[in-house]
Structures are given as structure tokens and as C-alpha cells.
């Protein structure tokens, strides 16, 4: 069992940057993949970024790359959202999802959700 607290998140320009942690729960944090969903309101639940369990794979959505930077710290049982260049298309609840995905594109593929964290960019 993993529990996941996603924090940092908060009101920025546009522009401007955030990084959002997610915390997990349980000593076999190192063992699962990580990802990053993002859901806009009105709209579905969109992936954004993945990391593997040893860093060693790393996948973004075409409209973060460049401009986001997923990370993972296996001793801190943290997974990180650096978010740079945010604009108001940006704005949504940003969730981590933790599990062995068979598509790390697809939320159904993870086993852990956490809460989501707000993130809102004013222009």
C-alpha cells in the first residue's frame, strides 16, 4: 500500500514557475513508476509526466516538454513537477500516481492516487 500527498502547488503568473512534490508512503516506494495527471476544469484527466522507479525512463505530453521536468528522489520517497514558462492552459489539479503501468500514458494503468494539488495561472 502506498499513500501519495502531492503539495506546492499555488497562484503564479503567467511565465512564471512552480514545483510540485508528492510524497509517498510505504518502503517500496523506490519499486514503483511515477506519474504525473493533470485535470483541467471541464475537462478530463490528461497525463503529463512519467518516471520510471530508477530514473531511467522518462516520458512527457507533448504540451509540457520543454518546460517541465519530472525527478525522483528514492531516498526522500519524493517524486518532483518542476513546472517552468506557465501559461493558463496549465491550470488544473495536478495529481501523482504511482504503480507498475502497463501505458504510462493511461491513469487506469496506476495502482496509487494522491489528493491533487491546485495550480492556477493568472495571465
Known amino acids: 500500500q502506498v499513500q501519495l500527498v502531492e503539495s506546492g502547488g499555488g497562484l503564479v503568473q503567467a511565465g512564471g514557475s512552480l514545483r510540485l512534490s508528492c510524497a509517498a508512503s510505504?518502503?517500496?516506494?523506490?519499486?514503483?513508476?511515477m506519474g504525473w495527471f493533470r485535470q483541467a476544469p471541464g475537462k478530463e484527466r490528461e497525463f503529463a509526466a512519467f518516471i520510471s522507479w530508477s530514473g531511467g525512463r522518462i516520458v512527457y505530453a507533448g504540451s509540457v516538454k520543454g518546460r517541465f521536468t519530472i525527478s525522483r528522489d528514492n531516498a526522500k520517497n519524493t517524486v518532483y513537477l518542476q513546472m517552468n514558462s506557465l501559461n493558463p492552459e496549465d491550470t488544473a489539479v495536478y495529481y501523482c500516481?504511482?504503480?507498475?503501468?502497463?501505458?504510462?500514458?493511461?491513469?487506469?494503468?496506476?495502482?496509487?492516487w494522491g489528493q491533487g494539488t491546485q495550480v492556477t495561472v493568472s495571465s
Open positions: 500516481a504511482a504503480g507498475r503501468p502497463s501505458n504510462a500514458w493511461v491513469g487506469t494503468s496506476y495502482d496509487y
Open positions: 510505504g518502503r517500496a516506494f523506490s519499486s514503483y513508476d
